[in-house]
């Protein structure tokens, strides 16, 4: 699967710092999956700056919303 394929999956997903000074995606998925992902504090906010570029480059296109 390519990340610009559509997918009728659907998953939960938690954002937080951790008691050790890491920063913690939790993605909860069907089926019983768990998948605790730890990041650097540098490397998160690389993370949230693709996030954002992404983000505008999506908007940019109009915004196409899955039915």
Known sequence: MGIDKQSDVSANLQIGP???GMVRIYVEAE???ELPLDFEPEEALEIA???RAAAEI???M???KRR
């Open 18 to 20: 951790t008691s050790v």
């Open 31 to 33: 089926g019983g999956v």
């Open 49 to 51: 700056e693709e996030i």
């Open 58 to 60: 999506a908007r940019g």
């Open 62 to 64: 109009g915004g196409k």
